[in-house]
């Protein structure tokens, strides 16, 4: 048998055009430095030299942040290039757009290695911007005044050249596979679900409104012999059930976490709604007992079709059952009926 050819990621990105190379930035610097505030894309007309600017502060642009300038061309990245972006940076910031980013980081998916060798002197670097600038016919430049052009020479031979990096692509694919947005792009390679969570010995706050719905439906069935955690713990029955609708509950909550680490949001929430689809519907039949409902929940939810999803293949039987607990606990489901209800 034979399966389709996939492209790596990097052949993937290579393909991308300049708007969806700054896009894939954006979703790439979080992980970066999880300690932004916030991350903004400022690609396009009068962006002032800024494609993805991370923040590093609630003050943004006026504050410590870090200024990711994309170039997605054909060829590789050269230092002509960087130094124009350099001084529509300077320009920018003499002009009052903004201050002076901590950090300059270059992206493209090829960067020259003279642009590399360069960058890693800082000293070197600066000389050779000033030397450029001097010299240059750039508009950015010309259409400054004296003062203007003063400034801004000023300020590059003051500025610490070691601000200005240039960044692998094949470090922000690892980093970017941290992300939630990988499983978006590419095709997801198998993860490692972390360990299953056990029950804490005492009922959680998080865990009370399905909870409740049990004690209800031992209440119902066994009357008072089964009606509070007390003694439904010391049922012969009841006990031995509550503990594995809690297990399956946190077997579900175990997914759900999951799921928020490793993906998009909506990924769980989508698992909820197939079980729900097909559990209300049976939970609407006519049940003589509330533990009757529970129990043809808990089965058609064993047998549910999932929406194939990067997170549906990590399903256990385990967190179908639980998923019911999690629709009860969201009160999207109830096991017995209301009194006076028909």
Not at 61 to 75: A, F, I, V
Not at 97 to 114: D, E, K, N, S
Not at 185 to 212: C, K, M, N, T
């Amino acid at each position: 048998m034979q399966f389709p050819f996939m492209p790596s990621p990097k052949k993937i990105v290579f393909g991308y055009d300049p708007d969806e190379f700054e896009e894939f930035v954006k979703e790439w610097v979080p992980a970066l430095n999880p300690l932004y505030v916030r991350v903004e894309r400022h690609g396009g007309s009068g962006d002032h030299g800024i494609d993805v600017a991370g923040y590093r502060t609630k003050d943004g642009l006026e504050g410590s942040w870090d200024n990711y300038q994309c170039k997605r061309y054909k060829g590789a990245l050269s230092w002509s290039t960087a130094s124009a972006e350099m001084r529509k940076m300077f320009v920018s910031v003499v002009l009052g757009h903004f201050v002076l980013p901590t950090q300059y980081v270059f992206v493209a998916p090829v960067i020259a290695r003279t642009l590399r060798q360069t960058l890693a002197k800082p000293s070197k670097a600066r000389a050779m911007f000033l030397k450029d600038l001097a010299g240059t016919n750039d508009e950015v430049i010309t259409r400054l005044t004296k003062e203007e052009q003063r400034r801004v020479s000023e300020l590059g031979q003051q500025t610490d050249f070691s601000m200005f990096v240039p960044i692998d692509l094949d470090q922000m694919l690892a980093q970017h596979k941290t992300t939630p947005a990988w499983a978006t792009r590419f095709v997801d390679v198998p993860r490692e679900r972390p360990a299953i969570l056990q029950p804490p010995d005492q009922h959680s706050p998080g865990e009370a409104r399905y909870v409740q719905e049990l004690v209800k439906v031992y209440a119902e069935r066994w009357k008072n012999a089964a009606d509070t955690l007390e003694l439904i713990a010391q049922h012969p029955k009841a006990g031995d059930h509550m503990r594995r609708q809690r297990e399956a509950f946190y077997s579900a909550e175990s997914l759900r976490r999951f799921a928020r680490d490793a993906y998009p949001d909506g990924h769980f929430d989508a698992i909820l709604d197939d079980v729900h689809t097909i559990a209300v519907e049976v939970s609407d039949r006519t049940f003589t007992l509330g533990w009757d409902r529970l129990q043809a929940v808990l089965e058609a939810a064993g047998v549910t079709a999932l929406t194939e999803t990067v997170l549906s293949q990590y399903v256990r039987p385990l967190d179908r059952k639980g998923v019911c607990h999690h629709l009860a606990n969201d009160g999207r489901l109830t096991w017995c009926e209301a009194e006076g209800s028909e």
